[in-house]
Every structure is written in C-alpha cells, then in structure tokens.
C-alpha cells in the first residue's frame, strides 16, 4: 500500500463518554495494521503539567475555568515540544486523544473569552485531521461507569457539546455520529483519516 511520506497530525475531540479514547486506541491499532508509523498520545499529556492537571484538576477541587485554561497551554507546550513534534519530524502519524478544541470547548463552555483561549494557544499547530466524536451529553454521561472528573456534570457537558458543534460547523472539526455501535464509529473513522491521510501523501 501506499504510505504517507512525511508525519501527520490526527486528532479525536470528544465530551465525557463519547468513547474517543477507546477509539483512538482502536485507530492506532488499526493504523499500524495497514503499515503506518504510530505515535499514540493523549492531553493532559505526561509531562509535569499534565500530571498537576490530573492530579488537581480532574480529581480535585474545582478551580477557575482561566486558571485551568492556562494550566492546559502549559501542558499542551510541553506536550508538543517533548513528544508531537518529534514524532511528526519522524515521519510517524501522531494520535491525540483531546487537543487545543477542548479548551476551546471546556472552558469556553464556561464562559471564558473565546478570543483570549485563541491566545493563550496561538503557539499550537493545526492538525491534519481533527475529528470530533459526537453524542447528546445525555448518552455520555450514562456511559460512565463512576465518576472520574470535577467537569463531568450534564449541564457543563450540554454547553461542552454546544461548543464543539460550533467549531464543527466553522469547518474546525469534522463530525463523527458517535452513537453508532463502537464498530461502526471506529470503521467511520478509519475511512476519515486514511483518506485524510492518502490526500496527504507525495
């Protein structure tokens, strides 16, 4: 088959419980089955930050939606610089679990300024392909098997969704019906990133 010849950067957004991590596990397997180089990641991402995130934040007392916002800048910097990046310089398709659409989708949905979130992350670049897992916030959270974050509330959620629909439909993020059964989501988005990934190759 086919092969990219340079790295490409893919991207799974999702509210709580729209199976994107199991999907992004899903594609990486099913990436690497056809041949490709994969780098599987996630954000918070591992890096001192990102543990701080998971440790404070997520499982913790809830803090200020600017004051998360700039911890998870900090994360997704780090991120890039130690880990996306130089996998992509490698040639590998790099698999993110969440990204810089979170924040706009999360602490948007709490009302901080879109315009200053856009800022805050001018430094992170767009990915190739960037999907967004979509279910009623509803569906999502009955999905969860107990709770693991301070965010996981309907209505936080409804607006979270709200927000992702926006930059779905500013052509930011494609849309991926997530109600389906878990093989049916997986094999739609299989068929989005290979063909995003063949308009890619040389």
């Known amino acids: 088959m086919r092969r990219p010849l340079k790295g490409a950067f893919v991207i799974l957004e999702g509210g709580d419980g729209s199976g994107k991590t199991t999907q992004a596990k899903s594609l990486c397997s099913a990436l690497r089955r056809e041949g490709y ?3 599987s990641t996630a954000e918070p991402s591992r890096s001192a930050a990102g543990r701080l995130i998971r440790r404070k934040l997520l499982h913790g007392k809830k803090l200020s939606p600017e004051v998360e916002a700039l911890l998870f800048a900090a994360d997704r910097f780090l991120h890039l610089e130690s880990e996306v990046r130089p996998a992509l ?4 398709i790099v698999v993110c679990d969440r990204y810089m659409y979170a924040s706009f989708a999360y602490q948007g949905a709490q009302g901080v300024d879109s315009k200053w979130l856009r800022e805050i992350n001018q430094f992170a670049e767009r990915p190739e392909i960037a999907l967004y897992l979509d279910v009623p916030a509803e569906m ?10 301070v965010l996981e509330n309907l209505e936080l959620q409804q607006r979270v969704r709200e927000e992702y629909l926006k930059l779905v439909q500013a052509g930011e993020l494609t ?6 059964p878990i093989k049916k989501v ?3 988005i299989f068929d989005l990133v290979t063909c995003g990934l063949r308009e890619l190759e040389i």
Do not use: M, Y
């Open 37 to 39: 180089k994969v780098h």
């Open 89 to 92: 310089a490698a040639g590998k």
């Open 140 to 149: 999502g959270l009955s999905r969860i098997r107990r709770k693991k974050s």
């Open 175 to 180: 849309l991926v019906d997530a109600t389906q």
């Open 186 to 188: 997986g094999e739609n």
